[in-house]
């Protein structure tokens, strides 16, 4: 069975920093992408970065420079690094992989993390 499970979450000042893992179980995440998204209260889901098993990485404009996507093979787990963070990052914090099955790609979520950044 799948599993993502992240945590880190918390409420934070602006300007501070907090750093997200998600742990995967139950399939190799060193071949998989890895994707973080976030959710604020009344908004739609939207990507925040994203990294590919052979190292590519993607931001969304928002957070480029301020927030570094990681990932330990190793250990499974991939992480979200954020710094100077503003009251606009609050939001609940997925993460995300995915696997090729039975001809279509199948996605794995996590049960999401609060993140509340006070002004």
């Known amino acids: 069975q799948v599993q993502l499970v992240e945590s880190g979450g918390g409420l934070v000042q602006a300007g501070g920093s907090l750093r997200l893992s998600c742990a995967v179980s139950g399939i190799t995440f060193s071949s998989r992408l890895g994707v973080w998204y976030r959710q604020a209260p009344g908004k739609q889901r939207e990507l925040v970065a994203s990294m590919t098993s052979d190292g590519r990485i993607n931001y969304a404009d928002y957070v480029t420079g301020r927030f570094t996507i990681s990932r330990d093979n190793a250990k499974n787990t991939m992480y979200l690094q954020m710094n100077n963070l503003k009251p606009d990052d609050t939001a609940v914090y997925y993460c995300?992989?995915?696997?090729?099955?039975?001809?279509?790609?199948?996605?794995?979520w996590g049960q999401g993390t609060q993140v509340t950044v006070s002004s």
């Open positions: 995300k992989t995915r696997t090729w099955l039975a001809g279509t790609w199948r996605d794995y």
